[in-house]
């Protein structure tokens, strides 16, 4: 259960704060494939099954690892509304605006190149590969029209691109078979919370 902060209508955020929480959430909504209007709000609640299930490795927050977590794991989430009181300070989670979307995007990234990790490097193959192909035809244009002297760099680079993007395949795949493991590790940790929760309640 997450609180709706209904950030929209709180005064003391700026036009591009609030521009940038929707934005922000909108994307967390994308990934995660749940329907959260504020993904970044501290308000939560976690069922026993729920909090057993769930493993934060953030270093920065849990708000966004955490939706992002129950939604690869078909967990329930709802959104409530809150109130929120008066701003009193300053925040101590983060020192400025480009900092807290800094540390977020990175930790967006990396939550969802944890449980989707062929598709990222499938993207980022894709992309280097498209890119090296752009000079590798610029060049064959030129060989056939002028002999494609003066334009051997278009090769190189081209070159250079696709065995990037080559790699970039390669690390998605192994980095998919590292996930499967990372799985079976949940999986374990799963099973010696539960027990720890039943010797505790025998």
């Known amino acids: 259960m997450i609180g709706d902060r209904q950030t929209d209508k709180i005064e003391h955020f700026s036009p591009l704060k609030k521009k940038l ?25 976690f069922s026993r099954e729920a909090a057993i299930r ?16 129950a939604g690869k794991k078909d967990m329930a989430v709802e959104s409530v509304p809150v109130r929120t009181n008066p701003k009193t300070r300053e925040s101590r989670l ?13 930790t967006i990234v990396r939550m ?3 449980y989707q990790p062929m598709r990222v490097f499938f993207y980022i193959g894709t992309f280097l590969s498209v890119l090296g192909l752009i000079p590798i035809l610029r060049f064959v244009y030129f060989y056939f029209a002028t ?3 003066g334009h051997v760099q278009s090769l190189i680079l081209g070159g250079v691109l696709l065995m990037m993007g080559f790699i970039a395949y390669l690390a998605g ?8 493991n990372r799985q079976l590790l949940e999986m374990t940790l799963e099973r010696v919370r539960r027990m ?5 309640e025998g």
């Open 196 to 200: 720890e929760m039943d010797r505790d």
């Open 112 to 114: 969802y190149a944890m």
């Open 54 to 69: 769930t493993n934060i490795v953030s270093p920065f927050s849990y708000t966004i690892e955490t939706v992002i977590q």
């Open 21 to 45: 929480q929707w934005l922000g959430s909108g994307v967390v909504r994308k990934l995660a494939g749940v329907w959260v209007p504020d993904a970044v709000s501290g308000f939560r609640a």
């Open 94 to 106: 983060f020192k400025s605006i480009p900092s807290f979307i800094g540390r977020q995007v990175s």
């Open 147 to 149: 002999g494609g002297s």
């Open 173 to 180: 795949l192994l980095a998919d078979l590292i996930s499967f």
